[in-house]
């Protein structure tokens, strides 16, 4: 079959990362997909310049009206940002009979309404999971994973620069302006910050949600905005000895009498999950009438986050346009004559941590024959706690944090510990892993 | 359009559960399916039991085998649980081109490549996303959301049980016996729990998420399985004191040698957001190589958490059967033709808790003026932070954390508030969430 034929609007952070990933993984997404991807042009202001992808054999252009008037294309994607040339470019694509896939939360929010009718009198698809959340695939759960609730609330840390910007006040004493400087160094806020900070991004996102939460017109002007800026590092401080957390939250809520649709900073009892969702990540919260309430966390964006959304709608277009509808999405992800048999590793070769407990007797020289048995199997150690004896008592416990190492090393050293005069009984293992 | 007709199979837990769910959010179930949900018939082994849900309309059938052959049944719903008679249900509804979704993990984790490759030959949908996670659309985010990552790993808390069991041991200080008999009153643990503490239930599901994930067959009998029962007290504590919790975890991990299936308990840095998942929810944790890492959290068992995946697979297929396949998910949602104009409420018509923070002269009465002020406007207030004045400064500051109130009424009382002679300067407000 013949490859999807895919263009890119935009090649900035967004755009880059997409190209980067398809490449990379050419191989795994057609395996999911059922079709190749081709990438054959992109339209970029200044096609002459040095990038850090793989261009080869792409097409690259100026001018973006080539790309969404192409007859080779099937699917756009639009990548630029900003609200009036894309807005263009995309009803001019969805008249051109191509499926578009678009990042762009300030478009969505404003002119969805419009774009989705066009699209649908078209027969196109149109695409937008990484307008909220980066690659937190919250849109696809609100619109289907979650589709037999009746939503009452959802609340969402959905920009990251003001989550990075806040966590910094919290973490290390800071000022909102020293945080702020700080996020721009590291590149997590832009140099004319005032989208994120006064919170206009987060209210993007928080109309795209409540749209899909409680089937209402996207409706931007009616959402309450208000920013971080006047977060005092007291006000974070107080809070916290009152067991809060100061978070920049969007809020949708349905009422007897509406629906609340407010972005503002909020106190958040530090014992809930995403009260503990810190940095630049996101995290959206759901409260469904039958599931309770339920929470997708990750990278609220960045280039490869960002990407993986795009591409997650891009593969949905593909299937789409592939299989009959009975098999779009395959069973275990990828098609069935696709799977591969990659061997399943037995225990003994498996690799992590442990937590080992030991009886031991109270002696001179105990922990020295321990630590030498480690060494002889080449074992690190992360810690131990060495217990006193209780009074009357003979031996202590000893606790020993390792680290990663394969199990039947591990089993090795821990067989000629239980051998030594001075260990009493059996070692408790427990694995340990850090989930980095 | 004629509405889907829909078979039961099973009228326990999961079958009550759904039956309630679809009646009760018929309406907004067809504005986002596009077309209305019968349930026609169930079959349970007692047909004359009293139930907790309305079955008016429905025909009861103790014969199983009667829906899965019935002509007018577009899908049949397989929530009876079991292996083997669940396994020949399910291919009979198949021959007999009837759509399939269960709840069924041990069958699919056992038997899911043949009922799959049948599924396929016959042309008909199997969804399960309520096999792994309950409520947490973790199959969908696998299977479509991160569809572009390569993964690398997953880890997930996917017992319910097992989860509820450590977490009272940590927080209880009980044995292991203690928290298991706790568990079986409190209706989260079987008779013969075995199954879950030995960790047999969450093999099953981490052999789907592993296939999902790496594209894999399914290999449920490769998987190394260890359950919470020999976990002591004193295990709990000394990981506590070492910064540590230790939770019953799935690990899928691929490396180069093969992949790591393995399901133990484990310790987690308690500073990871998994670390602090606890009681009877659930969450996976999933790295792809483009998205990094994310985390779905939510109820992994349960009567209608479980129903709420049971219908999310439903909706899916009733989409698929309605829609031509380029509008089988409707952008927002629901419908196009079926949003409603639920009035947006404005900010002051918000409900919510406040924290407030004032600046006071150091004199007695103030706090009586202010809860004064309080009082008259039905503000009850949650909790009064009062500083110590730095010596040399007249004034302290206040803090006040509010119960919920109309933004208005406190509006009002802020207002009232500033106006008095002992308090300087304007009153420093931030909303209070506590998302239960």
Not at 162 to 181: H, P, V, W, Y
Not at 221 to 235: H, M, P, R
């Amino acid at each position: 079959m013949e490859p999807i034929k895919v263009g890119l609007l935009g090649l900035g952070t967004v755009g880059s990362g997409t190209v980067n990933v398809l490449l990379r993984n050419a191989e795994e997404i057609s395996r999911r997909a059922g079709r190749n991807i081709q990438i054959c042009s992109i339209a970029t202001r200044n096609p002459k310049k040095q990038r850090q992808c793989d261009l080869t054999g792409i097409n690259l252009t100026a001018d973006p009206y080539k790309i969404v008037t192409d007859p080779q294309i099937d699917v756009v994607l639009e990548l630029i940002g900003g609200i009036d040339t894309a807005y263009q470019l995309i009803l001019q694509a969805i008249a051109h009979k191509k499926h578009v896939v678009t990042a762009n939360k300030a478009l969505i929010a404003h002119y969805g309404n419009e774009i989705f009718t066009a699209a649908q009198k078209a027969g196109v698809m149109v695409a937008f999971e990484a307008a909220v959340g980066g690659g937190i695939p919250i849109i696809k759960a609100l619109r289907e994973g979650l589709a037999g609730n009746r939503i009452e609330w959802l609340a969402g840390i959905i920009n990251g620069t003001n989550n990075f910007i806040l966590t910094e006040m919290r973490d290390k004493g800071c000022s909102f302006t020293q945080a702020l400087e700080d996020a721009q160094k590291k590149g997590y806020a832009e140099l004319d910050p005032s989208f994120d900070i006064g919170g206009i991004d987060a209210a993007h996102k928080l109309t795209i949600l409540a749209s899909l939460a409680f089937g209402i017109p996207l409706q931007f002007q009616k959402t309450y905005i208000e920013g971080i800026e006047k977060i005092a590092q007291e006000d974070i401080n107080y809070a916290y000895r009152l067991g809060y957390r100061i978070k920049h939250i969007g809020i949708a809520r349905r009422r007897s009498a509406g629906i609340e649709l407010r972005v503002h900073p909020t106190l958040i009892p530090d014992r809930r999950l995403i009260a503990n969702v810190d940095g630049v990540m996101n995290a959206v919260l759901v409260k469904g009438d039958a599931v309770g309430s339920t929470l997708y966390y990750g990278p609220g964006a960045g280039s490869e986050p960002t990407a993986s959304a795009v591409i997650a709608d891009l593969i949905d277009v593909v299937r789409t346009l592939t299989s009959d509808p009975e098999n779009r999405v395959p069973h275990l992800a990828f098609q069935p004559n696709l799977l591969v048999n990659t061997p399943i590793l037995s225990i003994i070769e498996a690799k992590t941590a442990y937590y080992l407990r030991m009886q031991a007797l109270d002696r001179p020289g105990v922990l020295a024959d321990i630590t030498r048995v480690f060494g002889e199997n080449n074992i690190s150690i992360e810690s131990i706690l060495q217990q006193e004896p209780i009074s009357g008592e003979q031996d202590v416990p000893i606790i020993i944090l390792t680290q990663r190492v394969l199990e039947q090393n591990m089993d090795k050293a821990i067989c000629q510990i239980e051998q030594l005069s001075s260990i009493k009984g059996k070692i408790k293992k427990i694995r340990l892993e850090a989930f980095r």
